[in-house]
């Protein structure tokens, strides 16, 4: 289960340089730790190689991917102007398939912010704060 995570981890966490044949390739590493308590921290790490730093989904490892990453900031325009906190959270911690999604190409980040230090309680935190900073980059 650990290499499971471990892989899916490095999915969303680093890019390699462009291959012989300029195909980007995702180079697999273990999730490191980051602090819990800041969403813009975890969103560096752990979000923007795939959603960008801005939250638009051209991260680096956006072309890798089979599909392109949500634009994060008109999660809440899409929803008749509220957030879909809910939905959001869901789509961290993996208890759904988020449609824009299709298959589960985002790693399920609530198996994974469990196995980091701090356990099910700072993994909650994690997700929460993670879910509260992608709330803010909702264009208005």
């Known amino acids: 289960m650990r290499l499971l995570i471990?892989?899916?981890a490095g999915l969303a966490l680093t890019v390699a340089g462009l291959a012989q044949d300029q195909k980007t390739q995702i180079k697999r590493v273990p999730a490191q730790g980051s602090n819990p308590g800041s969403g813009v921290e975890m969103f560096k790490q752990y979000c923007a190689p795939c959603h960008g730093l801005d939250g638009k989904?051209?991260?680096?490892a956006?072309?890798?991917?089979?599909k392109a990453p949500a634009d994060l900031t008109l999660l809440a325009s899409k929803n008749k102007g509220k957030?879909?906190?809910?939905?959001?959270n869901n789509a961290i911690v993996g208890a759904e398939i988020a449609?824009?999604?299709?298959?589960?190409?985002?790693?399920v980040w609530g198996d994974i912010f469990k196995s980091l230090a701090g356990g099910q309680m700072i993994a909650e935190m994690r997700v929460k704060n993670l879910t509260s900073y992608v709330e803010s980059l909702q264009q208005k």
């Open 6 to 8: 471990t892989i899916a």
């Open 99 to 107: 449609a824009s999604h299709g298959s589960r190409d985002m790693p």
């Open 83 to 88: 957030f879909p906190g809910a939905m959001v």
């Open 57 to 60: 989904g051209a991260g680096p």
């Open 62 to 66: 956006a072309a890798a991917l089979k």
